[in-house]
């Protein structure tokens, strides 16, 4: 699992059929200081995020149980939505 930001939502008006009902979110993991990390990439929603929000994300096998689509096309689910963040010394 990671942490990550939505920056923005994916319309697909033509997609497989395994997908079909879901909200697809754009994500961009992030470090510790908030900073961007990797590219962005698309996610599953699940719990209901938004533009703006910091998320958790799960990927591979996780990413499609957590969605109960164990046989879709799925790499990462967002399966909560942050309210803090605490990180101590290192």
Known sequence: MFLAKVRGTV???????RLVGFKLLVVHRIGVEGEYVTNPSVAVDT??????????VTGGSSARF?????????????????????????
Do not use: C, N, Y
């Not at 319309?11 to 059929?17: A, L």
């Not at 719990?47 to 958790?56: L, N, R, S, Y």
């Not at 957590?66 to 096309?73: F, G, L, Q």
């Open 66 to 90: 957590a969605a109960t689509r164990p046989d879709a096309p799925i790499d990462l689910t967002i399966v909560g939505i942050v309210d803090t963040v605490e990180i101590g010394p290192a």
């Open 47 to 56: 719990v209901g995020a938004g533009v703006g929000e910091t998320v958790i």
């Open 11 to 17: 319309v697909s008006t033509s997609k497989d059929e």
